[in-house]
């Protein structure tokens, strides 16, 4: 008996109180843009707060089921703090999904600005960082979510993980950004996203004629922290060709069966290396990408009456695929470049291959990246046209 | 702790070595290396560990305080035995103050130091006079919900997209000479404070599998050490691992499967409090067995409780903020680099002692 008395007050005076969180109070912040302030050097942090009974009731239409919540100040804290005298809950950031940068605070170096939020511990490795281009980041929080998701930072979310089906846009991790920034030889490309705007038609009942979206497109490309230029979708189909991030993606060719049609590729999987090569104490890389892939559209009207044909066929689209990641590999190391920013980690290989050459030039790295050397070669195999043996002919 | 068996022995070993070894990134000045710096102190630490079972076998029955007066009478045995108890005691201190001010930065932000450090202490204080057997047995049911907990989210981390093995590369891409410079701090911890088990050799029952048990549980823990470390520099880079305070958080932090097995801190927290709990407690017994020997106090009972109280004044009193801690720490080891190293080599010197006399002895 006299145990059961101590167990029990036990779980009465060990839960601690002084640090208990009610759900009630809190509010659970999924998404945070980051502005510069109206005035030099002030910030302005927005937080969108979800709103858990709308949320919940299915998307109702009368009422967002987020709140935008922001407020400016010398620091990020000092902001996130000031919203409290004008918003009911204390702001929760550990279900952040999403952090957005505008631009002009990125171009000034993003590690003063994470600082609190990677400090804080609240915001985890695996949340997304992306940059409004030529938006405020406020305003990229602010587009209303047009697609199923009723909460804007799932949409947000949604877009930014549809990366794995598309390789004409980067995304990456806050984790990934410290790693690479911290790390040597190799720089970040964080999303770029963009608000665009496309008309509406009638069956979609909005009383507007146009409606924003979010549109994730190229990438944004850093020198250390500091933001230094956009990739556009080329130039990212070859920045994702060289660190490997090409999980699938539609490349469109020629058709070579009938002028002027073309034909959709789908990569099913890639894989790179980058080789460092030492000679004569000069350096030049070599890049070794590998693709599989199936062709899953020919606009082409003709037939490939035999398998041979059909075998020749598809031989003769490999070479094609292969030209075509070449120079996409090619615009992607221009840019790298004429950016200075050794982005594609060339830097990085170099490292962990012949780390004492490294250690020699890496002072002078992004300003010798202009003379690299690079060797590109591409291996496609073209497994098949999925279900069809060959194009089809009008009879 | 009287007759701890084969099992517990293992299990304690094991605790103990692991203990707090999850809240730092050792031998970070090795960089990517540190993984190798540790299994180069690791092979140390068996130098080590054979040299303390050797006496443990020339002396079944006697714990390092009794061996020391033994060998050497009184005059030297005295002030030798107090080094070790100040030894041990100050490593609790730490186990027990770092412990306390993790659970603070991570999870109990508002909560006053003194009522973590309070149940913390008074769990010790507790588990320590209730019985003899109360510690080797807690060790032998928490050790399999430590390793549960520990080697999930090591798994877990490497199954999350975030795990990149080739952050250990260029491996040795500065030479050996960082290896060789983090290579003394790492033996002495973790490898190295299992000379305090030369304190509680002595209550095993089955004193022939000592040696074996012993190297069994140490190399466990060291292999376990090196994945851990592995893991945390290829989630992390080694830029961020050596800028975190508690790396392993980080690391578990970022785990994340399918939107479904994310914010796992509540492993790190059972990871942290088991690990420290025999850490501290295995040190601090030590200590209470070194002081009542030198204080001839016939009841532990009343020393335990003395050096409980000491823990937490020395804790909140002298080394107040973690910032604080880590500066003391660092002075010290700058002002006597040796005296960090001295405890693990005193042993050494004791067994040639040991050899030497027999020699004579025999001759």
């Given at each position: 008996?006299?145990?059961?008395?101590?167990?029990?007050?036990?779980?009465?005076?060990?839960?601690?109180?002084?640090?208990?969180?009610?759900?009630?109070?809190?509010?659970?912040?999924?998404a945070?843009g980051?502005?510069?302030?109206?005035?030099?050097?002030?910030?302005?942090?927005?937080?969108?707060?979800?709103?858990?009974?709308?949320?919940?009731?299915?998307?109702?239409?009368?009422?967002?089921?987020?709140?935008?919540?922001?407020?400016?100040?010398?620091?990020v804290?000092?902001?996130?703090?000031?919203?409290?005298?004008?918003?009911?809950?204390?702001?929760h950031?550990?279900?952040?999904?999403?952090?957005?940068?505008?631009?002009?605070?990125?171009?000034?170096?993003?590690?003063?600005?994470?600082?609190?939020?990677?400090?804080?511990?609240?915001?985890?490795?695996?949340?997304?960082?992306?940059?409004?281009?030529?938006?405020?980041?406020?305003?990229?929080?602010?587009?209303?979510?047009e697609?199923?998701?009723?909460?804007?930072?799932?949409?947000?979310?949604?877009?930014?993980?549809?990366?794995?089906?598309?390789?004409?846009?980067?995304?990456?991790?806050?984790?990934?950004?410290?790693?690479?920034?911290?790390?040597?030889?190799?720089?970040?490309?964080?999303?770029?996203?963009?608000?665009?705007?496309?008309?509406?038609?009638?069956?979609?009942e909005?009383?507007?004629?146009?409606?924003?979206?979010?549109k994730?497109?190229?990438?944004?490309?850093?020198?250390?922290?500091?933001?230094?230029?956009?990739?556009?979708?080329?130039?990212?189909?070859?920045?994702?060709?060289?660190?490997?991030?090409?999980?699938?993606?539609?490349?469109?060719?020629?058709?070579?069966?009938e002028?002027?049609?073309?034909?959709?590729?789908?990569?099913?999987?890639?894989?790179?290396?980058?080789?460092?090569?030492?000679?004569?104490?000069?350096i030049?890389?070599?890049?070794?990408?590998?693709?599989?892939?199936?062709?899953?559209?020919?606009?082409?009207?003709?037939?490939?009456?035999?398998?041979?044909?059909?075998?020749?066929?598809?031989?003769?689209?490999?070479?094609?695929?292969?030209?075509?990641?070449?120079?996409e590999?090619?615009?992607?190391?221009?840019?790298?470049?004429?950016?200075?920013?050794?982005?594609?980690?060339?830097?990085?290989?170099?490292?962990?291959k012949?780390?004492?050459?490294?250690?020699?030039?890496?002072?002078?790295?992004?300003?010798?990246?202009?003379?690299?050397?690079?060797?590109?070669?591409v291996?496609?195999t073209?497994?098949?046209?999925?279900?069809?043996?060959?194009?089809?002919?009008?009879? | 702790?009287?007759?701890?068996?084969?099992?517990?022995?293992?299990?304690?070993?094991?605790?103990?070595?692991i203990?707090?070894?999850?809240?730092?990134?050792?031998?970070?000045?090795?960089?990517?290396?540190?993984?190798?710096?540790?299994?180069?102190?690791?092979?140390?630490?068996f130098?080590?560990?054979?040299?303390?079972?050797?006496?443990?076998?020339?002396?079944?029955?006697?714990?390092?305080?009794?061996?020391i007066?033994i060998?050497?009478?009184?005059?030297?045995?005295?002030?030798?035995?107090?080094?070790?108890?100040?030894?041990?005691?100050?490593?609790?201190?730490?186990?027990?103050?770092?412990?306390?001010?993790?659970?603070?930065?991570?999870?109990?932000?508002?909560?006053?130091?003194?009522?973590?450090?309070?149940?913390?202490?008074?769990?010790?204080?507790?588990?320590?006079?209730?019985?003899?057997?109360?510690?080797?047995?807690?060790?032998?049911m928490?050790?399999p919900?430590?390793?549960?907990?520990?080697?999930?989210?090591?798994?877990?981390?490497?199954?999350?997209?975030?795990?990149?093995?080739?952050?250990?590369?260029?491996?040795?891409?500065?030479g050996?000479a960082?290896?060789?410079?983090?290579?003394?701090?790492?033996?002495?911890?973790?490898?190295?404070?299992?000379?305090?088990?030369?304190?509680?050799?002595?209550?095993?029952?089955?004193?022939?599998?000592?040696?074996?048990?012993?190297?069994l549980?140490?190399?466990?823990?060291?292999?376990?050490?090196?994945?851990?470390?592995?893991?945390?520099?290829?989630?992390l880079?080694?830029?961020?691992?050596?800028n975190?305070?508690?790396?392993?958080?980080?690391?578990?932090?970022?785990?994340?499967?399918?939107?479904?097995?994310?914010?796992?801190?509540?492993?790190?927290i059972?990871?942290?409090?088991?690990?420290?709990?025999?850490?501290m407690?295995?040190?601090f017994?030590?200590?209470?067995?070194?002081?009542?020997?030198?204080?001839?106090v016939?009841?532990?009972?009343?020393?335990?409780?003395?050096?409980?109280?000491?823990?937490?004044?020395?804790?909140?009193?002298?080394?107040?903020?973690?910032?604080?801690q880590?500066?003391?720490?660092?002075?010290?080891?700058?002002?006597?680099?040796?005296?960090?190293?001295?405890?693990?080599?005193?042993?050494?010197?004791?067994?040639?002692?040991?050899?030497?006399?027999?020699?004579?002895?025999?001759?």
């Open positions: 008996m006299k145990r059961v008395g101590c167990i029990l007050c036990s779980l009465f005076l060990l839960t601690g109180c002084w640090d208990k969180q009610e759900i009630k109070k809190i509010g659970f912040v999924l945070i980051i502005d510069k302030g109206p005035k030099s050097g002030e910030i302005l942090v927005t937080a969108q707060v979800v709103d858990p009974e709308v949320a919940q009731g299915e998307g109702s239409i009368e009422k967002s089921s987020v709140k935008l919540v922001r407020n400016k100040g010398k620091t804290f000092q902001a996130i703090r000031k919203m409290l005298q004008e918003f009911d809950r204390k702001n950031y550990a279900h952040n999904k999403v952090i957005v940068i505008s631009e002009d605070l990125a171009k000034e170096g993003l590690l003063p600005i994470l600082d609190s939020l990677k400090r804080g511990g609240e915001v985890r490795g695996y949340v997304w960082l992306c940059i409004a281009k030529g938006a405020k980041a406020r305003e990229v929080l602010g587009v209303k979510p697609g199923i998701e009723t909460v804007q930072a799932n949409y947000l979310k949604g877009i930014i993980e549809n990366q794995k089906f598309n390789h004409s846009s980067a995304n990456l991790t806050i984790l990934d950004f410290y790693k690479k920034v911290l790390g040597t030889g190799i720089y970040p490309v964080a999303s770029s996203l963009q608000i665009i705007q496309k008309n509406n038609y009638p069956v979609e909005n009383s507007e004629t146009k409606t924003e979206y979010i994730l497109s190229g990438g944004a490309a850093f020198r250390k922290d500091q933001l230094v230029g956009y990739l556009n979708e080329t130039e990212t189909h070859g920045y994702n060709w060289i660190v490997g991030k090409v999980k699938s993606g539609i490349i469109v060719l020629p058709s070579l069966i002028k002027g049609k073309s034909a959709s590729i789908e990569i099913i999987k890639s894989s790179v290396k980058i080789k460092p090569v030492l000679k004569e104490n000069k030049y890389f070599t890049i070794d990408i590998h693709e599989k892939a199936v062709i899953v559209e020919e606009q082409g009207r003709g037939q490939l009456k035999t398998s041979k044909e059909r075998f020749q066929y598809f031989k003769k689209m490999e070479k094609e695929n292969e030209k075509l990641v070449r120079k590999v090619i615009q992607a190391v221009n840019k790298a470049k004429k950016l200075r920013s050794d982005f594609l980690g060339f830097g990085s290989a170099l490292n962990k012949y780390p004492t050459k490294w250690n020699e030039t890496k002072k002078e790295w992004d300003a010798q990246l202009s003379d690299i050397q690079v060797i590109v070669k291996d496609v073209i497994r098949g046209a999925r279900e069809m043996k060959g194009s089809f002919k009008a009879q | 702790m009287n007759q701890i068996t084969k099992n517990q022995l293992f299990c304690l070993i094991l605790l103990y070595e203990g707090s070894t999850t809240l730092f990134l050792l031998g970070d000045s090795a960089k990517q290396d540190s993984w190798i710096v540790i299994f180069l102190a690791m092979w140390i630490g130098i080590l560990l054979w040299v303390y079972t050797e006496i443990t076998k020339h002396f079944p029955e006697d714990h390092l305080a009794e061996v007066n060998l050497f009478g009184k005059w030297i045995a005295k002030p030798l035995i107090f080094l070790y108890a100040g030894y041990l005691f100050y490593d609790a201190c730490l186990n027990f103050f770092e412990f306390g001010e993790i659970m603070r930065i991570t999870s109990l932000m508002k909560t006053p130091p003194f009522i973590i450090g309070g149940v913390f202490i008074v769990t010790v204080i507790y588990m320590l006079l209730i019985g003899q057997q109360v510690v080797p047995r807690t060790a032998e928490l050790l919900a430590f390793l549960f907990f520990l080697l999930t989210s090591l798994v877990l981390s490497v199954i999350s997209q975030h795990f990149d093995i080739t952050q250990l590369q260029p491996i040795l891409g500065n050996m960082p290896i060789l410079k983090a290579l003394p701090k790492v033996t002495i911890f973790p490898f190295g404070e299992i000379v305090v088990f030369l304190f509680l050799w002595k209550f095993v029952d089955e004193k022939k599998s000592i040696r074996f048990t012993s190297f549980a140490f190399s466990l823990a060291g292999i376990i050490i090196i994945l851990s470390q592995i893991t945390i520099i290829s989630v880079g080694t830029g961020l691992a050596a975190s305070m508690v790396p392993l958080l980080e690391v578990i932090l970022s785990i994340n499967l399918g939107d479904i097995i994310m914010n796992l801190d509540v492993f790190l059972a990871i942290l409090f088991i690990g420290g709990l025999f850490k407690i295995i040190n017994y030590g200590a209470v067995l070194a002081l009542s020997y030198l204080s001839n016939k009841k532990q009972k009343f020393m335990i409780i003395l050096v409980g109280i000491c823990v937490i004044g020395y804790s909140f009193f002298h080394l107040k903020t973690l910032p604080h880590r500066e003391i720490t660092e002075d010290a080891t700058a002002l006597w680099p040796w005296v960090m190293g001295i405890y693990q080599i005193i042993p050494i010197y004791i067994l040639v002692i040991i050899v030497l006399n027999k020699k004579t002895t025999n001759t």
